[in-house]
């Protein structure tokens, strides 16, 4: 595995099934929803309105293998597929998870829109460069995730929806150059929203041993925790709002992400 094409192509043939952390960290990845067309503007809208959690990358045009912002993601020899090509995904139902799966076509409808959402994934590769390698790449494991109390701006039926928050341990003499580093990636989450213990307590997080989502990173008495916002936040939206929406909603599963054929450096530039 050599190039994001590469690796989606083990994701579509099922080959790979797990968490993309630590995955060719140079390149950006994504977050991904696909709704139906009927509530895309609102989600859009939200998205505008919220970009600290829902960075909004690009979205579906008229297919499941086109994007409005093509600079992503490469006509590569293997093309590429928002249904085949994550490693796992969620469906929804009446705002609950129903299922579990490795490729969603059976549930694309030709009214579906996707959307793809910055992921803080993306910057890890300069943390690593830095000398300030993120817990859960080091240990290979998920970003620890969890729901807070902050809420997003609403838009249209997204309403009263909560962020969720991604958590990596640093020393507190390392938080400057984490902050300086990460604050330059705005379109992928940029700088933490919060750190230390006061700052879990703010955000609404009773236990940090126990995430809503991802693995749980034990924090050393030498850490503090630092919060950054979570593409998976678009998932609590659902969660939260789906009762109001008929047809299926479909997700990546935590922590498993789309690999893009560009790093940020050229995306930010292009």
Not at 1 to 14: G, K, Q, V
Not at 78 to 91: A, E, M, V
Request: aromatic letters at 10%.
């Amino acid at each position: 595995m050599s190039t994001p094409a590469d690796f989606r192509l083990l994701c579509r043939r099922e080959e790979f099934t797990s968490h993309t952390s630590g995955i060719l960290p140079s390149y950006m990845q994504a977050n991904l929803l696909i709704l139906p067309g009927a509530i895309a503007k609102d989600f859009e809208d939200l998205c505008h309105r919220n970009p600290v959690p829902c960075p909004l990358l690009a979205k579906t045009e008229r297919s499941f293998d086109k994007l409005d912002n093509v600079s992503l993601i490469t006509h590569s020899d293997h093309g590429f597929d928002i249904r085949t090509d994550i490693p796992k995904y969620h469906i929804f139902q009446g705002g609950r998870l129903q299922e579990k799966s490795n490729d969603c076509r059976m549930y694309w409808r030709d009214n579906y829109v996707g959307f793809l959402i910055g992921c803080s994934y993306s910057f890890e590769g300069s943390l690593i460069s830095a000398g300030l390698p993120p817990k859960n790449a080091v240990l290979g494991q998920n970003v620890s995730m969890y729901k807070t109390t902050k809420y997003m701006d609403a838009s249209g039926i997204f309403a009263r929806c909560p962020y969720v928050v991604s958590m990596r341990p640093y020393k507190e003499k390392d938080l400057d150059a984490v902050r300086s580093i990460t604050s330059e990636y705005k379109l992928t989450h940029g700088g933490p929203i919060d750190w230390g213990f006061d700052g879990a307590i703010r955000l609404g997080i009773s236990d940090l041993s126990k995430p809503e989502y991802g693995d749980a990173i034990d924090i050393e008495d030498d850490e503090i925790p630092v919060f950054w916002g979570c593409g998976v936040t678009p998932h609590l939206a659902i969660e939260t709002v789906g009762h109001l929406i008929e047809e299926p909603v479909i997700t990546h599963a935590p922590g498993c992400m789309l690999l893009l054929d560009t790093t940020y450096k050229q995306f930010s530039e292009s």
